[in-house]
T-cell receptor
Framework: DAKTTQPPSMDCAEGRAANLPCNHS???????VYWYRQIHSQGPQYIIH???NNETNEMASLIITEDRKSSTLILPHATLRDTAVYYC????????????????FGKGTKLSVIP | ETGVTQTPRHLVMGMTNKKSLKCEQH?????MYWYKQSAKKPLELMFV???????ENNSVPSRFSPECPNSSHLFLHLHTLQPEDSALYLC??????????????FGPGTRLLVL
Protein backbone atom coordinates (compact mmCIF):
# COMPACT_ATOMS: atom_id res chain seq x y z
CA ASP A 1 0.00 0.00 0.00
CA ALA A 2 1.07 3.54 -0.71
CA LYS A 3 2.39 5.38 2.30
CA THR A 4 1.01 8.71 1.15
CA THR A 5 -2.35 10.50 1.02
CA GLN A 6 -3.20 13.00 -1.71
CA PRO A 7 -6.41 14.75 -2.76
CA PRO A 8 -7.90 12.97 -5.77
CA SER A 9 -8.17 16.08 -7.91
CA MET A 10 -7.35 19.78 -8.07
CA ASP A 11 -7.87 22.65 -10.49
CA CYS A 12 -5.46 25.47 -11.15
CA ALA A 13 -5.77 28.52 -13.36
CA GLU A 14 -3.19 28.81 -16.11
CA GLY A 15 -0.29 31.03 -15.08
CA ARG A 16 -0.98 30.64 -11.38
CA ALA A 17 1.00 28.55 -8.93
CA ALA A 18 -0.21 25.01 -8.38
CA ASN A 19 0.29 23.74 -4.84
CA LEU A 20 -0.17 20.00 -4.49
CA PRO A 21 -0.24 18.65 -0.92
CA CYS A 22 0.80 15.23 0.30
CA ASN A 23 0.60 13.60 3.71
CA HIS A 24 3.14 10.96 4.69
CA SER A 25 2.78 10.78 8.44
CA UNK A 26 4.46 7.35 8.77
CA UNK A 27 7.62 8.29 6.89
CA UNK A 28 10.85 6.94 8.36
CA UNK A 29 13.94 9.02 8.95
CA UNK A 30 15.84 7.69 5.94
CA UNK A 31 12.99 7.63 3.45
CA UNK A 32 12.82 10.16 0.65
CA VAL A 33 9.80 11.97 -0.74
CA TYR A 34 9.54 11.68 -4.51
CA TRP A 35 7.18 13.39 -6.94
CA TYR A 36 6.37 12.02 -10.37
CA ARG A 37 3.69 12.95 -12.83
CA GLN A 38 1.97 11.02 -15.58
CA ILE A 39 0.37 12.62 -18.55
CA HIS A 40 -2.39 10.50 -20.03
CA SER A 41 -1.10 7.18 -21.45
CA GLN A 42 2.56 8.16 -21.13
CA GLY A 43 5.25 6.91 -18.80
CA PRO A 44 5.64 8.65 -15.42
CA GLN A 45 8.03 11.59 -15.43
CA TYR A 46 10.34 12.33 -12.52
CA ILE A 47 9.86 15.82 -11.09
CA ILE A 48 11.79 16.23 -7.85
CA HIS A 49 12.71 14.51 -4.60
CA UNK A 50 13.94 15.44 -1.15
CA UNK A 51 14.81 14.11 2.29
CA UNK A 52 14.62 16.95 4.81
CA ASN A 53 15.42 20.23 3.12
CA ASN A 54 13.31 22.10 0.63
CA GLU A 55 14.37 21.50 -2.94
CA THR A 56 14.00 23.43 -6.17
CA ASN A 57 14.77 22.58 -9.77
CA GLU A 58 13.74 23.85 -13.17
CA MET A 59 10.37 22.12 -12.96
CA ALA A 60 9.15 22.64 -9.42
CA SER A 61 9.81 23.29 -5.76
CA LEU A 62 9.34 20.80 -2.94
CA ILE A 63 8.51 22.04 0.53
CA ILE A 64 8.84 19.45 3.31
CA THR A 65 7.54 20.25 6.78
CA GLU A 66 9.98 20.18 9.67
CA ASP A 67 8.43 17.02 11.09
CA ARG A 68 8.53 15.47 7.59
CA LYS A 69 4.94 14.31 7.89
CA SER A 70 3.76 16.27 4.89
CA SER A 71 5.04 18.05 1.83
CA THR A 72 3.87 20.34 -0.95
CA LEU A 73 4.86 20.33 -4.59
CA ILE A 74 4.75 23.77 -6.14
CA LEU A 75 4.56 24.41 -9.87
CA PRO A 76 5.24 28.16 -9.92
CA HIS A 77 3.47 29.04 -13.18
CA ALA A 78 1.16 26.26 -14.30
CA THR A 79 0.59 25.75 -18.00
CA LEU A 80 -1.90 23.58 -19.86
CA ARG A 81 0.88 21.04 -20.42
CA ASP A 82 1.09 20.53 -16.66
CA THR A 83 -2.30 18.82 -16.68
CA ALA A 84 -1.49 15.33 -15.41
CA VAL A 85 -1.77 12.94 -12.48
CA TYR A 86 0.81 13.83 -9.83
CA TYR A 87 2.15 11.10 -7.57
CA CYS A 88 3.76 11.67 -4.20
CA UNK A 89 5.83 8.64 -3.23
CA UNK A 90 7.83 7.72 -0.19
CA UNK A 91 10.77 5.67 -1.34
CA UNK A 92 11.53 2.44 0.38
CA UNK A 93 14.37 2.17 2.86
CA UNK A 94 17.74 0.88 1.69
CA UNK A 95 17.77 -2.65 0.44
CA UNK A 96 16.89 -5.16 3.10
CA UNK A 97 15.14 -7.83 1.14
CA UNK A 98 12.38 -8.40 -1.36
CA UNK A 99 10.21 -5.42 -2.19
CA UNK A 100 12.29 -2.91 -0.31
CA UNK A 101 13.30 -0.67 -3.17
CA UNK A 102 10.22 -0.29 -5.29
CA UNK A 103 8.34 2.93 -5.86
CA UNK A 104 4.78 2.34 -4.66
CA PHE A 105 2.48 4.50 -6.71
CA GLY A 106 -0.87 5.42 -5.18
CA LYS A 107 -3.77 7.03 -6.99
CA GLY A 108 -2.19 10.49 -7.10
CA THR A 109 -3.79 13.87 -7.65
CA LYS A 110 -5.29 14.67 -11.01
CA LEU A 111 -4.32 18.28 -11.68
CA SER A 112 -6.35 20.13 -14.28
CA VAL A 113 -4.92 23.43 -15.48
CA ILE A 114 -7.70 25.62 -16.73
CA PRO A 115 -7.23 28.33 -19.39
CA GLU B 1 12.66 12.22 -21.49
CA THR B 2 14.18 10.07 -24.24
CA GLY B 3 16.71 8.21 -22.11
CA VAL B 4 14.52 5.09 -21.98
CA THR B 5 12.95 3.76 -25.15
CA GLN B 6 10.39 1.00 -25.57
CA THR B 7 9.22 -0.92 -28.61
CA PRO B 8 6.67 -1.53 -29.83
CA ARG B 9 4.52 1.32 -28.59
CA HIS B 10 1.34 -0.59 -29.32
CA LEU B 11 0.75 -4.33 -29.59
CA VAL B 12 -2.32 -6.43 -30.27
CA MET B 13 -1.97 -10.18 -29.79
CA GLY B 14 -4.09 -13.26 -29.51
CA MET B 15 -4.02 -15.54 -26.51
CA THR B 16 -1.96 -18.15 -28.36
CA ASN B 17 0.68 -15.75 -29.68
CA LYS B 18 4.21 -15.25 -28.45
CA LYS B 19 5.58 -11.72 -28.49
CA SER B 20 8.34 -9.74 -26.82
CA LEU B 21 8.54 -6.21 -25.48
CA LYS B 22 11.87 -4.44 -25.68
CA CYS B 23 13.32 -1.72 -23.49
CA GLU B 24 16.61 0.10 -23.93
CA GLN B 25 18.14 2.71 -21.65
CA HIS B 26 20.80 5.17 -22.79
CA UNK B 27 21.59 6.56 -19.33
CA UNK B 28 24.37 4.25 -18.20
CA UNK B 29 22.20 2.90 -15.39
CA UNK B 30 22.71 -0.40 -13.62
CA UNK B 31 19.10 -1.20 -12.72
CA MET B 32 16.04 -1.78 -14.88
CA TYR B 33 12.41 -2.42 -14.04
CA TRP B 34 9.17 -3.67 -15.59
CA TYR B 35 5.88 -2.22 -14.35
CA LYS B 36 2.29 -2.98 -15.33
CA GLN B 37 -0.42 -0.33 -15.31
CA SER B 38 -3.95 -1.59 -15.78
CA ALA B 39 -6.85 0.76 -16.36
CA LYS B 40 -7.64 2.84 -13.30
CA LYS B 41 -5.16 0.93 -11.12
CA PRO B 42 -1.83 2.05 -9.67
CA LEU B 43 1.42 0.96 -11.23
CA GLU B 44 2.46 -2.53 -10.19
CA LEU B 45 6.11 -3.52 -10.06
CA MET B 46 6.74 -6.79 -11.91
CA PHE B 47 10.51 -7.33 -12.13
CA VAL B 48 13.72 -5.65 -11.09
CA UNK B 49 17.17 -6.30 -12.54
CA UNK B 50 20.43 -5.05 -11.12
CA UNK B 51 23.58 -5.55 -13.18
CA UNK B 52 21.72 -8.07 -15.33
CA UNK B 53 20.69 -10.15 -12.32
CA UNK B 54 17.03 -10.46 -11.36
CA UNK B 55 16.59 -9.22 -7.81
CA GLU B 56 12.82 -8.93 -7.59
CA ASN B 57 9.91 -10.95 -8.88
CA ASN B 58 6.60 -9.82 -7.49
CA SER B 59 4.59 -13.02 -7.91
CA VAL B 60 4.18 -12.49 -11.61
CA PRO B 61 2.58 -15.35 -13.63
CA SER B 62 5.00 -17.47 -15.61
CA ARG B 63 3.42 -16.37 -18.88
CA PHE B 64 5.56 -13.24 -18.40
CA SER B 65 9.25 -14.01 -18.77
CA PRO B 66 11.87 -11.25 -18.41
CA GLU B 67 15.32 -11.26 -19.91
CA CYS B 68 18.20 -8.86 -19.29
CA PRO B 69 21.12 -9.66 -21.63
CA ASN B 70 23.08 -6.57 -20.54
CA SER B 71 22.57 -3.52 -18.36
CA SER B 72 21.19 -1.47 -21.24
CA HIS B 73 18.54 -3.86 -22.52
CA LEU B 74 15.53 -5.48 -20.95
CA PHE B 75 12.96 -7.74 -22.58
CA LEU B 76 9.59 -9.05 -21.50
CA HIS B 77 8.61 -12.23 -23.32
CA LEU B 78 4.90 -12.89 -23.49
CA HIS B 79 3.14 -16.18 -24.20
CA THR B 80 -0.40 -17.51 -23.78
CA LEU B 81 -1.60 -14.25 -22.26
CA GLN B 82 -5.12 -13.61 -21.05
CA PRO B 83 -7.38 -10.67 -21.89
CA GLU B 84 -6.92 -9.35 -18.35
CA ASP B 85 -3.22 -8.90 -19.15
CA SER B 86 -4.14 -6.01 -21.42
CA ALA B 87 -2.43 -2.97 -19.92
CA LEU B 88 0.29 -0.38 -20.32
CA TYR B 89 3.68 -2.00 -19.70
CA LEU B 90 6.32 0.42 -18.53
CA CYS B 91 10.05 0.03 -18.37
CA UNK B 92 12.20 2.15 -16.07
CA UNK B 93 15.86 2.43 -15.11
CA UNK B 94 17.84 3.86 -12.23
CA UNK B 95 21.49 4.26 -11.43
CA UNK B 96 21.42 1.51 -8.80
CA UNK B 97 19.00 -0.21 -6.45
CA UNK B 98 18.72 -0.51 -2.75
CA UNK B 99 20.07 2.84 -1.65
CA UNK B 100 16.76 4.46 -0.74
CA UNK B 101 17.27 7.30 -3.16
CA UNK B 102 17.13 6.09 -6.71
CA UNK B 103 15.39 8.24 -9.21
CA UNK B 104 13.69 6.03 -11.76
CA UNK B 105 13.33 7.18 -15.34
CA PHE B 106 10.46 5.69 -17.29
CA GLY B 107 9.99 4.84 -20.91
CA PRO B 108 6.85 5.76 -22.85
CA GLY B 109 5.32 2.32 -22.37
CA THR B 110 3.87 -0.37 -24.60
CA ARG B 111 0.08 -0.43 -24.81
CA LEU B 112 -0.84 -4.13 -24.99
CA LEU B 113 -4.22 -5.49 -26.01
CA VAL B 114 -4.85 -9.23 -25.70
CA LEU B 115 -7.78 -10.55 -27.69
Amino acid sequence: DAKTTQPPSMDCAEGRAANLPCNHSTISGNEYVYWYRQIHSQGPQYIIHGLKNNETNEMASLIITEDRKSSTLILPHATLRDTAVYYCIVSSTPYSGAGSYQLTFGKGTKLSVIP
Amino acid sequence: ETGVTQTPRHLVMGMTNKKSLKCEQHLGHNAMYWYKQSAKKPLELMFVYSLEERVENNSVPSRFSPECPNSSHLFLHLHTLQPEDSALYLCASSQDVGQGSETQYFGPGTRLLVL
